[in-house]
């Protein structure tokens, strides 16, 4: 069993910065994608950032240039660092991890954090 567990949100005023962890744990083999989603109130889930293993990242538009996803793979974490943070990125922000365990045959698994809410108002 895999789990994954996010930190660091909370309440910032517009402009200012957080930083996103996600750590993994479990019978892990190995991770392949690590990424962060959101959803905001009303509004579906979307991918903000991903990261391979290669750490070779991408990022939703609207997020280029302001936030940072970067991995760790010996700690088996995942970070995003957000800066210039706006009111329309307040959401609950999600991390997922996707690879195998230490199951034989390697069997796969895609796990899911419960969530961290950030808030941008002042």
């Known amino acids: 069993q895999v789990q994954v567990v996010e930190s660091g949100g909370g309440l910032v005023q517009p402009g200012g910065s957080l930083r996103l962890s996600c750590a993994a744990s479990?019978?892990?083999?190995?991770?392949?994608?690590m990424g962060w989603y959101r959803q905001a109130p009303g509004k579906e889930r979307e991918l903000v950032a991903a990261i391979g293993r290669d750490s070779t990242a991408n990022y939703l538009d609207s997020v280029k240039g302001r936030f940072t996803i970067s991995r760790d793979n010996a700690k088996k974490t995942v970070y995003l660092q957000m800066n210039s943070l706006k009111p329309e990125d307040t959401a609950v922000y999600y991390c997922?991890?996707?690879?195998?365990?230490?199951?034989?045959?390697?069997?796969?698994?895609?796990?899911w954090g419960q969530g961290t809410l950030v808030t941008v108002s002042s």
């Open positions: 997922n991890a996707a690879g195998r365990t230490t199951m034989v045959p390697y069997k796969s698994f895609d796990a």
């Open positions: 479990g019978n892990i083999f190995s991770i392949g994608f």
